[in-house]
């Protein structure tokens, strides 16, 4: 496996040029002709830079999910490009993008995808093991990640002994302890109540300024999507609005 190569501080951390996506639906293989044909995706470009803080919003439908697993290099575009630091997803091998996905993206999930077996500290450990990083170097990054997140008081509480808002600081101490370029949040706030969603968005604001990091938040809610300073509304496979941000 090729060995993914530090990126220069002013490339884009992700340039989505062109990029479709299409699905065939009722066929278990591409050439059936009387497949259903899903156009998810239909010729959208834009770029974000390091340290942004960008909202994709749109309505179920728009093609938010496919974006998503783009962005994290789930998936590859079935025409376009879409460029990792430079590198062009179609190029790399499955292995590469692992890699990819390990070093340079951290991900924050609706559901917290927690190990619900594990401390808080295990958590946030885990892909440190992924990465080879020794076990007392991995506790002391897991330690500061949960620290950096109000939580260096329950680095040994499983999720069950947490409350929701906690799990999900653990899943962003999770998402930022391999400090990587960009950190995409599906629906962050989407099991919260009001007040502690506010308080999630308003922690990785300020953990996307201090630290730098790209931040990627996509939701279907108007009102989360407005936190971010650059708003990117997608409706049927297309850009429907951008608010001003750096395009191709």
Do not use: C, W
Not at 54 to 75: E, F, N, Q, R
Not at 200 to 227: F, Y
């Amino acid at each position: 496996m090729t060995d993914l190569v530090t990126a220069p501080a002013d490339l884009a951390v992700v340039d989505v040029e062109n990029v479709t996506r299409t699905y065939r639906l009722g066929a278990r293989r591409r050439e059936r002709e009387d497949a259903a044909v899903v156009h998810a995706l239909r010729g959208v470009s834009f770029r974000v830079d390091p340290g942004q803080f960008v909202s994709i919003v749109g309505p179920s439908g728009s093609g938010k999910s496919t974006l998503l697993h783009l962005l994290g290099a789930l998936d590859r575009p079935s025409t376009g490009t879409v460029r990792f630091s430079g590198r062009d997803v179609t190029t790399l091998s499955d292995g590469e993008l692992a890699a990819l996905r390990n070093r340079d993206i951290g991900f924050v999930f609706q559901q917290f995808q927690l190990l619900a077996r594990t401390s808080a500290l295990a958590n946030v450990g885990l892909p440190l093991v992924y990465r080879g990083v020794g076990r007392v170097e991995r506790r002391e990054r897991a330690a500061a990640a949960l620290d950096a997140v109000g939580l260096g008081h329950r680095t040994g509480h499983r999720p069950a002994q947490l409350s929701g808002g906690e799990q999900q600081r653990v899943a962003i101490a999770r998402a930022l302890v391999t400090e990587p370029r960009l950190v995409l949040a599906d629906e962050p706030t989407g099991n919260l109540d009001t007040v502690t969603g506010s308080e999630v968005l308003e922690l990785l604001r300020r953990l996307n300024e201090a630290s730098g990091v790209a931040l990627v938040v996509i939701t279907h809610d108007p009102e989360v999507a407005a936190q971010a300073p650059r708003r990117i509304a997608l409706r049927d496979g297309v850009i429907a609005s951008d608010t001003g941000g750096p395009r191709p």
